[in-house]
């Protein structure tokens, strides 16, 4: 009962009869707008309104316990409104209360039955009055006994009056509270109906809004699947857009790394470009330069051409007076050569090694019986001492003309008296034991170069095993050593190709033989040992000679020469002997043949340029091969040799002082027979005689000096020119 007034008085404040149309009404067109703000807003609302309801629900259930009268439920009007004021339904009807006999009109025993009365089956009839019959048959006790009653009954009747009276004021209170509550129960019914039908309302509402709701999410889940399937699809994009962003990023990166590149590289093509330009600008200043320099020569040119035209018949003029001159040269040199005497002699001394101070030193010390350090390396005071020691006493007097050599020597007499001897040689030139190998070749040089005249050149190295034989002929492998072979065939290629200029052609051929105990050895042959027998052929007619089954190579430069050389150099039969530790015993010839022609003149030559490296000249004793058999033969037919090589020169200096008729030896050994071209009249000879400076081989170079003084007293007559006029 406390809400009661509360509900009433909530009903005026609240238009919730007008609420729920209106909310309707307004929320569709909201809600329509698919807005989830709306639809919260309205959920939220309609739990309000379903909560307010609770109230008349409640007032109708009191209502009913209350006043046991059952609520009609609201009509809702066709058009789903519920049914206002007026229009609803009609008013509860008062429950009637029964028509109450006026106690006052009807007395006491006319008791009318409230609602709340005795049930009508046991009603209290008030006691019927005495009839005739009764009293008829009265009597004292049954007076007695009616007195009772009589007082029983008005005593009753007095409770039951009190209790009317009682029950008239409980009724009327009962009526004022009922009026009182009917009055509430209408009211509150009218709530009711307005309550129910603003649920009806909000519940339609409700329904709609539910509905819509439903169809709302079920779009709203729509749209969210779609918005997921679109965000799924929008993840993968950005996946793989993020991949393609990575992708570009490392692109990007390496593009940065190349624009980087590129611009430094700009920057520098930038300075190149600069300074391009500044050299273009002084190129075309150079250019104007060069462009005026260009239009005066041009001018200059037409002079010129003139003045070429003129120099170029001079120079022919001059050609051929050269070749006149080339002619007149020739002849001159072999005046000169043939003046100087066709077999020549030079003297060379080497220098002291040396080897030769401490094979000294060595045997000095031991026959001493001193001890040595066991090097035997003298410090370089003691060295010169040595080397003065050493040195046989030779004097080169002539400092002029180089052409004389003396040799002292100191003996002791049978009588005890020292004796000293001197004796005195002169040659064509003498080498001190400090000439170089340049010096000596400058004196060669002529004759070499009279090969491409068309002469026969011999040259040959004489002297004992050690005096440096080999040496002078092959040298050394530097360009300053290098010997005599080398140099003169480099000469011979350098004037053949100055000869060209005046018309000669040359062909030039080689071959290197090696006599060794009297047996030819191809020195340029395939295999380690030659064993083919050689035999040495001369054409008399053309003056040439041959060796038959030896290879000759035509050689076209002074390298390939130098080449062969050092091939022929390690096939030579070398053997050990006291004198020389790398004794060379065999005579080698190395034989450059030279044809020319003159393609101007029509002029032809033939000459051949014989280079020998004779064996050691020593004598038996002295080189200890007597002990030795084969040692033995091999200086037995060296000095075999030799001597038939003096033998040979001696009778052409027989010959060429008048005995026309003279026998030359030249079959005596194969050196001579091989040389004998080059000997004769027809050639031109040079013997170089190589000396050992020790005083512990004076006697074999006293021997030598004699041997060679008899080869340069000796007249071998005039050298022929091999040449051919066509
Ligand atoms: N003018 C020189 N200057 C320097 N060293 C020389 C000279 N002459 C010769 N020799 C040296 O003397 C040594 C002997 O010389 P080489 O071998 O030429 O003598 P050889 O007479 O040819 O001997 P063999 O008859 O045994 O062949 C070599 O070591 C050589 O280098």
Redesign the pocket.
Known sequence: MSRLPRLRSSSPDRPGLALGPHITTRAGPSMASGSMTTTNSLKRKAQENIGADLQPRKLAAIAEGGINQPLRPSKVAPNGNVNRLGKGPPPLTKPRAPALSSSTTTGPRRITRATSAPPKTAPVRPPARPTSRTTARPTAANDDRFDAIQQQISSIEAARAADAARLDAELAQERAKRSDLQASHEALSRELTNAKSQELAQRKELFIASDELNSLRQRHEREISELQADLRKKDRELRELNEDLRMYQGDLERERETVKGLKATIAQQATAQLSLTAQIGAMQAEKAAFQAEYDRTVGTKADLGIQLERAQKRIVELEHEAREGETVRRKLHNMVQELKGNIRVFC?V??V?R?DILSDRLVSSTSSGQITDGTGSPDPEEEAHLRENAMALIAFPDKLDHKEIVVHASSESATGQERKDEWQFAFDKVFE?H?TQAEVFEEISQLAQSCTDGYNVCVF?Y??????????MEG?NSETTAGMIPRAVEQVFRVADELKTKGWQYKMEGQFLEIYNETINDLLGKGEFDKKKHEIKHDPKTGRTTVTDVNVVSLSSPSQVRTLLSLAQSRRTVAATL??E???RSHSVFTLRIRGENALTGETCEGSLNLV?L??SERLEKSGAASDKDRLKETQSINKSLSALGDVIAALGEKGEGKSDKHIPYRNSKLTYLLQNSLSGNSKTLMVL?LSPLATHLNESLCSLRFATKVNNTSIGTAKKQTKQA
């Open positions: 060379r080497r220098p090694l080897s034991p000439s190295a002297g004992q095993t050690g005096s440096g034989k080999s040496f002078t050394g004198m020389n790398r004794s060379s490296d064996a050691g190589n």
